[in-house]
Every structure is written in C-alpha cells, then in structure tokens.
C-alpha cells in the first residue's frame, strides 16, 4: 500500500505538492538543514509522513510559516490547486 494510499505523503512531496520549494530537491535540503517541523517536532528526514490535520512548520524564503495540512494532493498544480492543500494558522 503506498503512503498516499493510507492518507498520507513524504513531507518533500507535500511541500512541492503546496508549491512551498520550487523542487522536491529544495524541500528535502530545508528539512535536512531543520528549517521545517511538522506538529512541533523537528524533522530532518525528507521521508517524514504527512497526514491530513497535521501542523507544518515552514522556516524559508525569509519568513516563518504554520500550516495546517488540509489535502495532500495528487500532483504540483497550478498556485490556485495547491492553496487548497493547506490553511494559514499563523504563529
């Protein structure tokens, strides 16, 4: 059974997935290098399951984001889809 299959998804696909790092590349170098959480605890692993209601902890592109994962999504869509994946619940 594959992870989005049993709800959930890699952080890095989920991160390309909500147009948040241009490449999956970019996503897995900010989790490696601790710039991302995921429900308050740091994750350094690229493969760290998302699931839906979890809390993303974005440190990038100068600024601190928190999101709560609403979707996961089936592919990189267009800024319209991908804002759909996730809610703004600020600091």
Known sequence: MS??????????R???HAR??????L???AIGSG???????????PAQPVRHGDT????????????RVLLLG????PATEAETLYEEIGL
């Not at 992870?3 to 890095?12: I, M, T, W």
């Not at 710039?35 to 692993?45: D, S």
């Not at 993303?56 to 999101?67: E, P």
């Not at 089936?74 to 869509?77: I, N």
């Open 74 to 77: 089936e592919r990189r869509g």
């Open 27 to 29: 996503a897995a170098d």
């Open 56 to 67: 993303v902890t974005v440190s990038a592109h100068g600024r601190v984001r928190v999101l």
């Open 20 to 25: 948040l790092f241009r490449t999956r590349t």
């Open 3 to 12: 992870a989005a299959a049993a709800g959930a998804l890699r952080l890095d």
């Open 35 to 45: 710039g991302i959480r995921v429900n308050g605890q740091p994750c350094h692993k």
């Open 14 to 16: 989920w991160l390309h």
